[in-house]
């Protein structure tokens, strides 16, 4: 079975323009969350979709958004990037929400802000 | 506010050694999950283990083991007989009932080598 797939895999920006990163969970993963790695720290979590609703927000800028799709896709969407935003987006995917299940990682996306 | 806390920033041991990882971690919460997650230089977090708040049972699975003592709020992992292919990023991760919000220690570099 396909893991979590993230695309692009590599990416470069310029300040004050848009990014739109995707995700594919696992088959049958219905919560997908994204999280922020700047280089040398751990990820920060941004936010948590499940069942196309918004579970859950990080402290992240209003600048940052995302959304689900009926089949469970999604998309983070960053507006007027900043050089801040220079980091690894990871999208992850489990099977259900609330529990102990573990959260399945991508390859990530990185993202550079020039 | 929960807090994870990794103090060993970078470990370097010799293959065959066994490596022992720490993670501290702060919370009020009653039940909660811990995770250990590897990070490769590919940058994918690859789930290892998983204890949930209510179960102190140390385990071994495989070369991998675990210490978990509510009494510390710690939850150390160890490697034994470590292998180059063991050279990552190591973090210790902490989740609420009821959120699927991570939350993620700084890492610990592990190198081995040969």
């Known amino acids: 079975d396909a ?4 695309s692009p895999t590599h990416l470069i920006k310029t300040r004050g323009q848009h990014v739109t990163l995707r995700c594919s969970p696992i088959s049958g993963h219905k919560s997908v969350s994204w999280y922020q790695q700047v280089l040398g720290q751990g ?17 992240f800028p209003d600048r940052f958004s995302a959304r689900q799709f ?45 | 506010a929960q807090k994870v806390t990794q103090a060993q920033t970078e470990i ?3 293959e065959k050694e066994d490596v022992t990882l720490d993670c501290v ?27 949930n708040s209510f179960d102190e049972q140390n385990e071994i699975s495989g070369r991998y083991s675990w210490n978990f003592q509510k009494s510390t709020s710690s939850f150390n992992f160890t490697i034994t007989a470590s292998q180059v292919v063991d050279s990552a ?3 210790c991760a902490f989740k609420s009932y009821n959120t699927d919000k991570l ?9 081995v080598f040969p």
């Open chain 1, 3 to 6: 893991g979590v797939t993230q």
């Open chain 1, 43 to 59: 990820p920060q979590f941004i936010f948590q979709y499940y069942e196309k609703e918004e579970r859950g927000r990080g402290n």
């Open chain 1, 70 to 114: 009926p089949n469970y896709s999604s998309e983070l969407n960053v507006n007027a990037l900043l050089l801040g935003d220079s980091a690894l987006y990871l999208c992850a995917s489990s099977s259900t929400t609330g529990l102990g299940q573990p959260q399945h990682f991508g390859d990530g996306t990185r993202l550079s802000i020039l």
């Open chain 2, 12 to 14: 370097s041991v010799v």
């Open chain 2, 25 to 51: 971690y702060e919370t009020r919460d009653t039940t909660y999950y811990l995770f250990w997650y590897k990070q490769p230089p590919s940058g994918e977090l690859v789930f290892l283990i998983r204890r």
């Open chain 2, 89 to 91: 990023v190591y973090f």
């Open chain 2, 103 to 111: 939350i993620f220690g700084t890492g610990t570099r592990l190198q």
